[in-house]
């Protein structure tokens, strides 16, 4: 059974900092590409980083320079360091694995895993 689990999330003040993790089990976490989301209600689900399972990075503009996505596939965990945080940040953050078809690994099937969300609010 594939599990998917973040945590780390909380309540901080502007300019502060937080550092999500997610646990992924059920899977050969190496292959996958991890990924954190973001939602605040009434809006759709939105990209913050990715990572792919040779390491290569990816960010939404508006976290690029405070956020950072890495990796320990040893630990089965994909973290998300977030830095001088700002209200727009509050949202629900997800964490997603995908091995889809642009993985070096895809064998034409697609796998997509989804946490249930950590709560993180910016807040004075």
């Known amino acids: 059974q594939v599990q998917v689990v973040e945590s780390g999330g909380g309540l901080v003040q502007p300019g502060g900092s937080l550092r999500l993790s997610c646990a992924a089990s059920?899977?050969?976490?190496?292959?996958?590409?991890m990924g954190w989301y973001r939602q605040t209600p009434g809006k759709q689900r939105e990209l913050v980083a990715t990572?792919?399972?040779?390491?290569?990075?990816n960010y939404a503009d508006s976290v690029k320079g405070r956020f950072t996505i890495s990796r320990d596939n040893a630990k089965n965990t994909v973290y998300l360091q977030m830095n001088n945080l700002k209200p727009e940040d509050t949202a629900v953050y997800y964490c997603?694995?995908?091995?889809?078809?642009?993985?070096?690994?895809?064998?034409?099937?697609?796998?997509?895993?989804w946490g249930q969300g950590t709560q993180v609010t910016v807040s004075s």
């Open positions: 997603n694995a995908n091995l889809g078809p642009t993985s070096p690994y895809y064998t034409g099937r697609r796998y997509d895993y």
């Open positions: 059920g899977v050969i976490f190496s292959l996958y590409a």
């Open positions: 990572i792919t399972s040779g390491g290569i990075t």
